[in-house]
């Protein structure tokens, strides 16, 4: 039995391919507004990639680029198919194809959804991603001086900036690095010796932070230096004033920042998904429809058109049993009873001749 059977009219048919002809452009706009958000991912990303190790966080908006391409050349040759279906002898030209074309829009659908959840589900590499590139980018923040590395004091001091947040899970990551360049330290000042030997790496590690940390709405001037000794600041108390540097950490920052990106991003694709698998809906019907009508042979009359010739379990089965032949198409079958035709063929002995030889006459 058919599933969701309709009866259609020649004026229906009509009208449902002049619909789905527009619908398919619509789609290939869709197809646009999908690789333009791909596209201003991978943008958002590269901008900021000095602070993220290298890993997949490039595999959606990859993803959605290569869906995007996609959708717009198969939704351009849908608006052609659905614009000829309204002639049935224009029809009889995609016959063949339709099926063949729905299948592959189907599959196509389905990678606009798997898009759509990528987009929710790459918050874990995401994260991993901008824990470990932040902690090199601090980690190298004093290298001005060393190629390759120089660009990350001015990279990070403007991420600080620009997102109000210090060190990688927070402010007291910049204690546990040097992140004063060796030729600004004084060797010759006994502070900076004795920070140096007590340490176990003879680094010189100080309770501050980058100029970049500072909150610029704080009424006090920055207190940068000595952020954990109360006796050298006046009116000063670091467990109970709230401090006048930021507090949230840039991973956190950065990763509400991509996640809001990439959630804005996942909704519009689940959008496009509900949108095209409606229009492919849509043509499965035309596509049955005017097959149908060409069976019965009276293009004006009324024809059926439906989802699944099948009820869902038949046509599970039916698919299922092609998969398992598939194997077996090269196979030759042999009829019980019947012997191969090929076997007892009697040989020819070429080697032998019947033929009698004749004598040849003696010259004379």
């Not at 109970?240 to 920052?253: D, P, S, Y």
Request: net charge positive; charged share 20%; with cysteine.
């Amino acid at each position: 039995m058919a599933v969701l059977k309709v009866k259609f009219t020649k004026t229906k048919r009509d009208k449902l391919a002049q619909i789905l002809w527009i619908l398919n452009w619509v789609s290939v706009v869709s197809g646009i507004i999908l690789f333009s958000l791909g596209l201003f991912l991978k943008i958002e990303i590269k901008k900021r990639n000095e602070v993220m190790a290298k890993g997949d966080i490039n595999s959606v908006p990859n993803m959605l680029i290569s869906v995007g391409v996609i959708a717009c050349i198969i939704n351009f040759l849908g608006g052609k198919i659905c614009y000829d279906c309204s002639d049935a002898n224009k029809f009889s030209r995609w016959k063949l194809v339709m099926l063949p074309y729905i299948v592959c829009t189907f599959c196509f659908t389905f990678c606009i959804l798997v898009g759509a959840l990528m987009c929710y589900t790459m918050r874990n590499e995401l994260e991993e991603s901008l824990y470990l590139g932040l902690r090199d980018a601090i980690k190298f923040y004093k290298d001005t001086d060393i190629p390759g590395r120089c660009f990350l004091k001015k990279t990070v001091d403007l991420l600080q900036i620009g997102f109000r947040c210090c060190g990688n899970n927070g402010f007291r990551d910049w204690f546990e690095i040097q992140w004063v360049s060796p030729r600004y330290l004084n060797m010759a000042s006994k502070e900076v010796l004795d920070r140096l030997k007590s340490n176990v790496d003879g680094k010189f590690l100080v309770d501050g932070v980058p100029f970049s940390c500072c909150n610029p709405s704080s009424p006090r001037p920055c207190i940068q230096y000595q952020l954990t000794n109360n006796s050298a600041h006046y009116n000063y108390d670091f467990l109970t004033e709230e401090l006048n540097i930021w507090m949230k950490g840039c991973r956190e920052a950065l990763l509400d920042y991509y996640t809001g990106i990439m959630r804005s991003i996942g909704i519009a694709a689940l959008l496009i998904w509900l949108f095209e698998l409606s229009v492919l809906i849509g043509v499965r019907y035309l596509q049955t429809a005017m097959k149908n009508v060409l069976l019965l042979g009276d293009l004006e009359g009324e024809s059926d058109g439906w989802l699944l010739e099948n009820s869902f379990v038949e046509t599970a089965k039916y698919n299922i049993n092609i998969i398992k032949n598939l194997g077996k198409a090269n196979q030759i079958s042999t009829v019980s009873g019947m012997d191969d035709p090929n076997i007892n063929v009697q040989n020819t002995d070429c080697d032998k001749t019947n033929i009698t030889t004749k004598s040849i006459p003696a010259a004379r």
